[in-house]
């Protein structure tokens, strides 16, 4: 079964930082660009960045840059994401994806508060 | 690139055909998805560069458009529709997603 499964998120106070990780089972993560996307409580869903398959290309939303920082290791199937300077506005579910080919993870919620 | 959908919200009734807007602030080819999501769940795609269905997606679900203006079309409403849909541009690298329609079931 092709499936992204996000980990890493949970409470942390303001200012704190967090690794998240995504890990791909059933296909070849090295073959896709991945992206993060959040969503916080009740709002649409917020494009964070994206990394190509070599990580020769990293983007990043506006008002990501800075404090957000994404990373993958292909050799484990796995993507990253670390957020430092945590603010009550990251208060999100971030979810990694492909976009292409519409394979998106369940989620991981960040819950920032002191 | 600022996506704007519209309405943000529409009510409708089973057997409706409804049709949400997503409108872009430069032109961006037909390099637009359409997603799918439910409470408590993680988006699902449903249309890919403006006008091919997902596998698996109900044939009810259509998409056009090119430049700045697109549609989402689904011909026949049905309750498992409801959910809200949002549109993204793949154009840029800098990706955006439009701000979302909520879909209500009358």
């Known amino acids: 079964e092709v499936q992204l499964v996000e980990s890493g998120g949970g409470p942390v106070k303001p200012g704190g930082s967090l690794r998240l990780s995504c890990e791909a089972s059933g296909f070849t993560l090295s073959s896709y660009t991945m992206n993060w996307v959040r969503q916080a409580p009740g709002k649409g869903l917020e494009w964070i960045s994206s990394?190509?398959?070599?990580?020769?290309?990293?983007y990043y939303a506006d008002s990501m840059k800075g404090r957000f920082t994404i990373s993958r290791d292909n050799a484990k199937n796995s993507l990253y994401l670390q957020i430092n300077s945590l603010r009550a506005e990251d208060t999100a579910v971030y979810y990694c994806?492909?976009?292409?080919?519409?394979?998106w993870g369940q989620g991981t919620l960040v819950t920032v508060s002191s | 690139i600022q996506m704007t959908q519209s309405p943000s919200s529409l009510s409708a009734s089973v057997g409706d055909r409804v049709t949400i807007t997503c409108r872009a602030s430069q032109s961006i080819g037909t390099s637009l998805n359409w997603y799918q999501q439910t409470p408590g769940r993680a988006p699902r795609l449903l249309i890919y560069t403006t006008s091919n269905l997902q596998t698996g997606v109900p044939s009810r679900f259509s998409g056009s458009g090119s430049g700045t203006d697109f549609t989402l079309t689904i011909s026949s409403l049905q309750l498992e529709d409801l959910a809200t849909y949002y549109c993204?541009?793949?154009?840029?690298?800098?990706?955006?997603f439009g701000q979302g329609t909520k879909l209500e079931i009358k």
């Open positions: 990394i190509s398959s070599t990580s020769s290309y990293i």
């Open positions: 993204q541009q793949t154009y840029s690298s800098i990706r955006s």
């Open positions: 994806a492909t976009l292409v080919g519409g394979v």
